[in-house]
């Protein structure tokens, strides 16, 4: 995901920066995710309650999602992070910066 992420994030041409949109929509999956996966057992028993289907299957898909989104989320997020901060600091800083 991280070279898609960075070909978008090149080309975006939206009013607040090349960078900045892909990592609020980054940290928001991210976010979500990240509740999510403490409250996976209850949020998989009222699934399978409205769904009427067993409450482990559900549980178990729940969790494997939250896991899978934190990790790709958190793979996601450092070419956007990277280039934002090649974008900020002055070309004398960024070598030390952005390698840190």
Same mark, same amino acid.
């Given at each position: 995901?991280? /070279? &898609? &992420?960075?070909? @978008?994030? *090149?080309?975006?041409?939206?009013?607040?920066?090349?960078? #900045?949109?892909?990592? @609020?929509?980054?940290?928001?999956?991210?976010?979500?995710?990240?509740?999510?996966? /403490? @409250?996976?057992? *209850? &949020?998989?028993?009222? @699934?399978?309650?409205?769904?009427?289907?067993?409450? %482990?299957? =559900? =549980?178990? &898909?729940? =969790?494997?999602?939250?896991?899978?989104?934190? *990790?790709?989320?958190?793979?996601?997020?450092? %070419? /956007?992070?990277?280039?934002?901060?090649? *974008?900020?600091?002055? #070309? =004398? #800083?960024?070598? #030390?910066?952005?390698?840190?």
């Amino acid at each position: 995901f991280q /070279p &898609i &992420i960075g070909i @978008l994030s *090149d080309r975006c041409g939206c009013r607040w920066g090349r960078r #900045k949109p892909f990592i @609020l929509m980054v940290a928001g999956i991210l976010f979500i995710s990240s509740i999510a996966l /403490p @409250l996976s057992s *209850d &949020i998989g028993n009222s @699934l399978a309650y409205a769904l009427r289907i067993k409450s %482990t299957s =559900t =549980t178990a &898909i729940i =969790t494997i999602a939250s896991v899978v989104m934190i *990790d790709v989320c958190n793979d996601s997020m450092h %070419t /956007p992070l990277r280039a934002f901060l090649a *974008d900020v600091f002055p #070309k =004398t #800083k960024r070598i #030390k910066e952005v390698s840190s």
